[in-house]
């Protein structure tokens, strides 16, 4: 879990520097013009830091995120609101190795720990897209929107983890997280439906050249009569996902998520290729055949189905 040092945090109002002899970045942070404590947290934090004459606090992600520099370790921390982050665009994450966190979020076994703060692209857009090397995101409720993605995720060594992702679908091009970023991190993101009674894509996706991906201990659970393709993809054309690790996830089908009706159908629990390591899953879907696909009884070991509590065999 993302840990913020206390030395990092601003006090007093004072303009300060980066602490570069920690070879720590600005702390940055986010609190929205209309919270309760707005007043007071401008008075308390806002200052200016002295190595780039940036500003401390800002109103939206979009702008904590924009005065960020690649390479030195920025962290972006978003202060919980019971109003959304409405950024009215995708967040955009194209600098090396900065956070993006939410520390009232963290803590839960999955998924964010509370509703702390979700953000909205408030448009037909991925909610967050992330380009740029070593990048961390974790801690929020995320909004899908129609026929978009939660998170997408091109960049070498994502640290994605903590997030419920909210799905929404109308016919087949949803989803929950896509990376074809090589070593990447997805773990303990829950991921639902939230809304539409369509066809999405995937939970999670690793695909294309995501090689040393590892998919571990998130929960996906289809509902609103809703089809998944397959819960996690983490095989591209039936290729080889080059040492990758899928394990300890939960795949179900649920019935009434969301306010829906009716149950729902995964049509492929995990599809793999035998380059990954497949273990210590739970597959809930009514056609237990389908749990595992294109995996082989070396690489896929362990995994359980809710069902009837038996080893999936492939």
């Known amino acids: 879990m993302s840990v913020v040092p206390d030395a990092l945090f601003h006090r007093g109002g004072v303009p300060v520097d980066s602490l ?13 013009t209309t919270h ?18 940036t500003e401390i606090v800002y109103p939206t992600i979009t702008l904590a995120l924009a005065a960020t520099v690649t390479e030195r370790n920025d962290y972006v921390v ?40 979700t953000i909205d692209p408030a448009a037909a857009a991925n909610a967050i897209t992330i380009t740029g090397r070593g990048v961390e995101v974790a801690g929020f409720w995320i909004r899908g929107k129609t026929e978009k993605l939660c998170v997408t995720n091109s ?9 419920n992702c909210a799905v929404t679908n109308t016919t087949s091009v949803a989803g929950g997280i896509y990376s074809s970023g090589i070593g990447t991190t997805i773990e303990r993101n829950f991921i639902f439906s939230n809304a ?9 996706a690793a695909i294309g050249g995501a ?34 690790v899928c394990a300890d996830n939960y795949i179900l089908e649920i019935a009434n998520a969301g306010g829906g009706v009716g149950a729902a159908t995964v049509t ?6 035998v380059g990954t390591l497949v273990t ?14 294109g995996g082989g009884a070396l690489n896929c070991i362990g995994n359980y189905s809710s069902l009837d509590g038996g080893t999936i065999t492939v």
């Open 20 to 32: 570069s002899a920690l070879d720590m970045g600005n702390v940055y942070w986010v609190i929205q």
């Open 36 to 53: 309760p404590r707005y007043a007071t947290f401008m008075r308390d934090r806002q200052g200016m830091y002295e190595n780039d004459k």
């Open 78 to 117: 978003v202060i919980p609101d019971n109003d959304d982050y409405d950024e009215g665009a995708t967040l955009t994450l194209d600098k090396a190795h900065v956070h993006l966190i939410c520390p009232s979020g963290l803590g839960s076994a999955f998924g964010c720990s509370t509703r702390s703060a």
């Open 155 to 163: 960049g070498t060594g994502a640290w994605i983890h903590h997030n």
């Open 196 to 204: 539409g009674s369509g066809t999405w894509l995937y939970g999670i």
């Open 211 to 244: 090689t040393r991906t590892h998919v571990m201990g998130n929960v996906i659970t289809v509902g609103n009569a809703s089809t998944c393709s397959a819960g996690i993809n983490m095989a591209y054309d039936n290729s080889y996902m080059q040492m990758g």
């Open 268 to 273: 492929i629990g995990i599809k793999t290729g």
């Open 280 to 293: 210590n899953n739970r597959i809930g879907i009514t056609d237990i055949s389908n749990a595992i696909s």
